[in-house]
């Protein structure tokens, strides 16, 4: 699985992003995407998840701020990013959550993309 993200960049407090992740490869495998995180100096973190279910979680820290949904392009998923603060800025990285089952076991894989800087100035 192969996940490629765009539009992170650069605004004010108080302003709106929208990122998207684009999956391709076997996309048929995925069962859940995701938007997670890391500042400087910080473990990376989620930010806000939707499967297949569909169920979708949201860190406490961007409930009712952030958005997650499926996009009109197959296996894509936007993140719609309002009231964005300083504290928002950070890498965000795109997850992709692979569940292959067989007759023996289940495994499971992360698969990410390379990261979108986001940075929010005060």
């Known amino acids: 699985v192969q996940l490629v993200e765009s539009g992170g960049g650069l605004v004010q407090a108080g302003g709106t992003l929208r990122l998207s992740c684009a999956a391709s490869g076997r996309v048929s495998d995925i069962d859940a995407m995701g938007w997670y995180r890391q500042a400087p100096g910080k473990q990376r973190e989620l930010v806000a998840r939707?499967?297949?279910?569909?169920?979708?979680d949201y860190a406490e820290y961007v409930r009712g701020r952030f958005t997650i949904s499926r996009g009109n392009a197959e296996n894509t998923v936007l993140l719609q990013m309002n009231s964005l603060t300083p504290e928002d800025t950070a890498v965000y990285y795109c997850?992709?959550?692979?569940?292959?089952?067989?007759?023996?076991?289940?495994?499971?894989?992360?698969?990410w993309g390379q990261g979108t800087q986001v940075t929010v100035s005060s």
């Open positions: 997850n992709a959550h692979v569940l292959v089952v067989t007759d023996e076991a289940n495994h499971e894989y992360d698969y």
């Open positions: 939707i499967t297949n279910g569909p169920s979708i």
